[in-house]
């Protein structure tokens, strides 16, 4: 084909690939790699990290992907450790776990959620993972005789990522959000492999996005453009020209001040966009859309052929729906979540936005409310010993409570006290991993009687541990690792809960993170005492989801999976949605019992 005949008539192209000493190229290409086909979106941040660059990247993606594009995006992190997976969330955020088991950051989910795809290990890197791979070849004599070299041997590695996510999603265009911001340490090796990317890749293939902040101090009460002509100075000082401009502020960015960031930084007024604070991230797509910045991307990239304007008209229509009935409700329900990290909101991201996609189906307005759970039990931080609260004072204006995942003990007899008033009460209940485990404590103890069941995860020596790492289970699928990480079929028995949620599926798939889990021992005295586990490890004795009966409580669900991570606007998660409707009915009679009470008509 064509994309041969470049090949071979490039210079360059001729000498890349060759690992000799003779060239200064260090850039292995991988097979199948169409020059000219893939086309790159570099997305940098300077004046401050925070600035939404992946909701930006992804809404700009999006954008192309409706228009019948294929589009990847990939998240390059500044940061050693190889994964998210040892990242504290208070610091960090939630660690996003994807279907291959990969660990990362919570823009991954922003990634997933906007463009409604599964992203794999391909479409994320850390420091960490490029430096380990470059010393892994090193070590097998992989650089020929080589003095191994930041350049060209690291930005190699970097520019290899980029273009093996091209061959593998065969993308149209690659979506790269570099980390941090420009000036930063950490990410000088990424920015210079963008800079050499463009410069290989060829007149328009690659563009840059810098995302940059407008002050307004309020008391100046003006906005002001010099923190961003310095941002963008600093990445023309790599040898990076930006193509386009994104303003972020809190305000619609003035015509003056974009005009003088335009002027300083010989990028054309049309290209230098406010991007304003709005209501809702769903609204930014349009909005970007209005600003013309994807007829832009197209011209710059000459990407006008590919579009299906067919497709692109439908894309809109149902996004236009979703958008068009955020915020209208005409019934408000209080949902409680006991979360450790309670005073972070970016630890639970997925559950914020699972919900989020639930109210705007139902037309609820979904309140919710954060319990620290520590309070009830006494274990809070503080050395309060008594508890000073208890589940009923922080349930009582709830009309479901979800219980999420996480480690550790702080917090889990409060979590237990919780559940056990939902159960009680027949008040919707939805357990997520930690959530499940503590359903299955709390139905031992209360109701199976073994008071002192517990899980190996919070008191080693316990004498009935209900919960317990089975090594002898994770031999049978085969781990190495000590987590059980990412996407796994679940059986659902016929005629549950649960299978009803999903369409009366009898197979289903949800993504994992745990150690622990039901020790078998137990379950037929579970089961024998009402609790169904509905959800099964196909062919292992691994427990998944559990329910109770529909005539014994309305919606009491657990699951050791993280359905919150696959939730999508268009597509909001089953097992959310159920127990969202549940807890709508739980308000009602609520408020019918309210009203019988005080004599008024219902
Ligand atoms: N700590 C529990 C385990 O390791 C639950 C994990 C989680 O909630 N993600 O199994």
Known sequence: MKDDQTMSGDDLLARIGQTTEETEFYTPMPAGYRKGHHKYVMVVGTVMSGL????????????????GLRVAPIKMEGYLNIDSGTLNPYRHGEVFVLDDGMETDMDLGTYERLLDQDLSAANFT??????????????????????VQVIPHVVGEIKLKLRELAVKSNADVIFVEVGGTVGDYENA??????????????????????????????????????????????????GIMPSIIACRATHPVKEKVREKISMYTNVPMRRVFSMHDVESIYLIPESLREAGMDREVLTMLGLHERVDQKMEDQARLKWRWFVDHIGKSNRQITIGVTGKYTSLRDAYASIIKASEHCAVHLGADIKLKWIDSSLIDGTAPNGDSTGSSDAETELADCDGIIVPGGFGVRGTEGKIECIRYARENKMPYLGLCLGFQMAVIEYARNVCGITDANSTEFDPRCKSPVIDILPEQKKIEGLGGNMRLGGKDIELKRGSLVSRLFNNASRIRLRFRHRYEVDPKYIKTLEDNGLIFSGKAPGHPIMQVLELPQDVHPYFLGTQAHPELTSRPLRPQPMFLGFMKAALQYAEQKKDRRNAEAGAPA
């Open 52 to 67: 939404g660059k992946g909701i930006f990247s992804s809404s700009l993606a999006k954008l192309l992907q409706d228009k």
């Open 126 to 147: 850390t420091n960490g993972q490029i430096l380990s791979a470059v010393l892994k070849k090193e070590r097998e004599g992989g650089y020929l005789g080589r003095d």
């Open 189 to 238: 090796f990424y920015l210079e492999a963008c800079r050499q990317m463009a410069y290989e890749e060829g007149e328009s293939s690659v563009l840059f996005v810098a995302l940059t902040y407008i002050l307004e101090p309020g008391t100046l009460g003006e906005q002001k453009s010099k923190a961003a002509q310095l941002g963008i100075k600093r990445l023309m000082e790599v």
